[in-house]
């Protein structure tokens, strides 16, 4: 549970269209995607996902829901991935993977670089399998993903 005095963060959009805080003041953890589809999504050698629970930001509020355009991607492990973007700057916010038998995860993947006042220090590097550019050693990565996601 977050302290009481810990603040939620703002999530913002290139244009400003889009804003909405986020779900908890932290999130659970911090992932530095070195994937193809992150590279292509980004535009950049990798993505930033900062994971928070779903709880509190799904079911989308309306007035966010009408913001957002949904562009939905099949994954390598036959599930899907709700890729959600603003309609106005084209800005990707977040993504939601929805399992194979259609049940949403309990987490989301806000766009680190969308997050205001983001930690930024802690995060692990994965699918290094894919990275454009060597990482430090002393740097926790996986080739693909860790053990506990799998």
């Known amino acids: 549970m977050a302290a009481l005095d810990a603040k939620l963060l703002t ?6 269209n889009v804003s909405f805080s986020t779900p908890t003041a932290k999130p ?3 992932f530095y995607c070195h994937c193809t589809e992150c590279q292509k999504q980004t535009s950049s050698a990798f993505g930033t996902s900062a994971i928070y629970t779903a ?5 989308l509020p309306s007035d966010l829901a009408v913001r957002l355009k949904v562009y939905t991607r099949h994954t ?5 991935m709700d890729c959600y973007f603003c309609s106005g700057c084209g800005s990707r916010m977040f ?4 399992d194979a038998d259609g049940t949403p ?9 969308c997050v205001e006042g983001l930690d930024w220090s802690g995060g692990m590097h994965i699918y290094m399998r894919s990275a454009v550019f060597k990482i430090p050693a002393e740097c926790e990565q996986y080739e693909t993903v860790p053990p506990w996601m799998k």
């Not at 999530?11 to 400003?16: E, I, M, P, T």
């Not at 709880?55 to 079911?59: I, K, Q, S």
């Open 28 to 30: 659970i953890t911090l």
């Open 76 to 80: 390598e492990k036959g599930r899907t």
């Open 11 to 16: 999530v913002r959009c290139q244009c400003g």
């Open 105 to 113: 995860r309990s987490t989301v993947s806000i766009k680190g670089g």
């Open 95 to 98: 993504h939601r993977i929805v």
């Open 55 to 59: 709880e509190g930001l799904f079911p």
